[in-house]
């Protein structure tokens, strides 16, 4: 059973767009939701993270929104550019069930100019 | 170096031998986490250091992967008598503390001949 849930699987934006990105996660111990960025050839960098107990999370081009009922998050990268293009990573993880990282199977966005 | 550093960067070896592969956490960080990363599988959990606590060994696939983590410090994984199903990139991160953000490394890309 997959515990987190992570759509679509590419994405394909224009140069100033917004890009959005979902994901849904089944286990309610699950208290903090991390999003990674990944180029090729180099390991998940740690972009933005959110806690259950705030909705929305904003960083630069970069906000996360949080549906605690709906057991869903999603990342929205404001005002795309080609820089922005990589594989993004949602994940969750549980402090009472120990901090290993859950990552959803990933979505290729690619920013056209 | 500031970052999470492994090596080699990449492996290639035939099936059946043994592996070792090293990761090199941020200085002063106490917990080490090691990741694989395939194409069907995305991202999995494999094991988790934190101080001196016997480490969590839930996600290793068999009794052929063990890992280990000398002085609280570097820790070397290692796969005994490869399989094919092995080829992967392995992944190390740390954290400050238990419960802390992430850090990756950019892998080792092993392939079994």
């Known amino acids: 059973q997959q515990q987190v849930k992570q759509s679509p699987q590419s994405l394909i934006v224009q140069k100033g767009g917004i890009s959005i990105i979902n994901c849904a996660y089944e286990?309610?111990?699950?208290?903090?939701f991390p999003w990674y960025q990944q180029f090729p050839g180099k390991g998940p960098a740690l972009l933005i993270a959110?806690?259950?107990?705030?909705s929305e999370k904003k960083e630069g081009r970069f906000t996360i929104s949080f549906n605690k009922s709906a057991k869903q998050f999603s990342l929205h990268i404001m005002d795309s550019q080609p820089g922005d293009s990589a594989t993004y990573f949602c994940?969750?993880?549980?402090?009472?069930?120990?901090?290993?990282?859950?990552f959803g199977k990933g979505t290729t966005l690619s920013v056209s100019s | 170096g500031a970052g999470v550093s492994q090596s080699p960067s990449n492996k290639v070896t035939e099936k059946g031998k043994d592996v070792e592969l090293r990761c090199d956490p941020i200085s002063g960080h106490t917990a080490l986490y090691w990741y694989r990363q395939s194409l069907g599988q995305g991202l999995e959990f494999l094991i988790y250091f934190q101080g001196n606590s016997a480490p969590d060994k839930s996600g290793l696939p068999s009794d052929r992967f063990s890992a280990e983590r000398t002085g609280g410090s570097v820790s070397t994984l290692t796969i005994q008598r490869t399989q094919q199903e092995d080829s992967a990139v392995y992944l190390c991160?740390?954290?400050?503390?238990?419960?802390?953000?992430?850090?990756f490394g950019d892998g080792t890309r092993l392939s079994i001949l």
């Open positions: 994940a969750a993880s549980s402090d009472q069930a120990g901090t290993a990282l859950i």
């Open positions: 959110i806690r259950p107990d705030v």
């Open positions: 991160a740390s954290s400050l503390q238990e419960y802390q953000p992430q850090h």
């Open positions: 286990n309610t111990a699950f208290d903090y």
